[in-house]
């Protein structure tokens, strides 16, 4: 087991310094822009709008919600804003530019964010999405762990098809 002395303290202290960091920047805008896109079903073959579920870190074992709204910027260029929960009191939120490609009904991105030396660096991730599910695993100099999502419940429930 590793001690405190040897490391083991950053991981704890980056991934509460991220989600600190993002939580002062507060969150209002996001839930606007949140309600308005669960409101609008978007097609099964589009990766863009709403996407809702969890973040679980291997560092620390740490996770819980997280919530994303994704959104075309060009060609093959998306924009994906997080909001995210630690400790289910703290909240942050923060954006990634994703390069996504498309082939065989499975859509494949990588992406990274610099949060700052206060949030922890820069947090790459990558993943796809499949059948409806955002799979992707993220790693930074402190932390590595796997965010995982699915259409919000009032989408889906919207949705005709389903």
């Known amino acids: 087991m590793r001690s405190w002395r040897h490391g083991n303290w950053r991981v704890h ?3 509460a310094c991220l989600f600190v960091a993002t939580a002062i920047s507060g969150c209002g805008g996001f839930g606007r822009q949140w309600s308005a896109t ?6 099964p073959a589009d990766i863009t709008g709403a996407w809702q579920g969890t973040w679980s870190s291997e560092a620390t074992g740490h996770g819980d919600a997280l919530r994303c709204i994704i959104t075309h910027v060009e060609q093959n260029t998306y924009s994906a804003r997080f909001h ?4 289910k009191i703290i909240s942050g939120r923060y ?3 994703m390069q996504v490609t498309h082939a065989d009904g499975v859509w494949h991105f990588t992406g990274e964010s610099n949060l700052g030396w206060f949030g922890g660096g820069v947090y790459r991730q990558e993943g ?3 059948d409806g599910i955002y799979e992707a695993r993220y790693e930074s100099k402190y932390d590595r ?3 995982r999502m699915s259409r919000p419940d009032e989408q889906v429930a919207a949705d005709p098809t389903k």
């Not at 669960?38 to 097609?43: K, L, Y």
């Not at 995210?84 to 400790?87: I, Y």
């Open 95 to 97: 954006t990634t530019i």
């Open 38 to 43: 669960t409101a609008v079903v978007q097609p």
């Open 84 to 87: 995210a929960r630690f400790m």
């Open 13 to 15: 202290t980056a991934a």
């Open 128 to 130: 796809e999405i499949r």
């Open 145 to 147: 762990g796997l965010l």
